[in-house]
């Protein structure tokens, strides 16, 4: 396990549709300041790196010279580093497209009787049994 993880948390989820039903809002122009790094984290799945300078956020820039910014002071002269779009590697892409088309008991080897739905539903099979019930209701005469 790990020892820690970070968490973000967010007012609501930084779209811009959303965003522009908050455009009135008291807090508009920090939202839009934070959706940066949002969305960086979006394309890249990074944490982006974060500076203060002129009381708000700069999202991933490299300052000139390694100066450091300052909260409250003038930000120094910075470039916007580049953004590279995060790639799945070809065993995240095949694990995210495994299938338990199998039920979870039946794939690890456990038996626990017949299989009928309700073995299936304990042991994580599929949602709709494949087993055809005998329809069980009385027709009227």
Request: overall charge positive; glycine content about 6%.
């Amino acid at each position: 396990g790990q020892a820690s993880f970070q968490v973000q948390a967010y007012p609501f989820r930084m779209t811009a549709s959303n965003l522009a039903l908050h455009r009135k809002d008291e807090w508009y122009d920090f939202w839009k300041n934070l959706k940066e790094g949002y969305d960086y984290f979006e394309k890249t799945r990074l944490p982006p790196s974060v500076a203060v300078c002129e009381k708000r956020y700069l999202i991933n820039a490299a300052f000139v010279g390694g100066v450091r910014p300052r909260a409250t002071a003038t930000c120094p002269k910075y470039k916007k580093l580049p953004v590279v779009a995060f790639k799945p590697s070809k065993q995240t892409k095949n694990m995210s497209q495994a299938s338990l088309t199998k039920p979870l008991g039946s794939i690890m080897g456990l038996s626990f009787g017949s299989i009928t739905p309700v073995y299936q539903a304990m042991t994580l099979g599929p949602a709709t049994p494949s087993i055809k019930m005998p329809n069980t209701k009385k027709k009227k005469k």
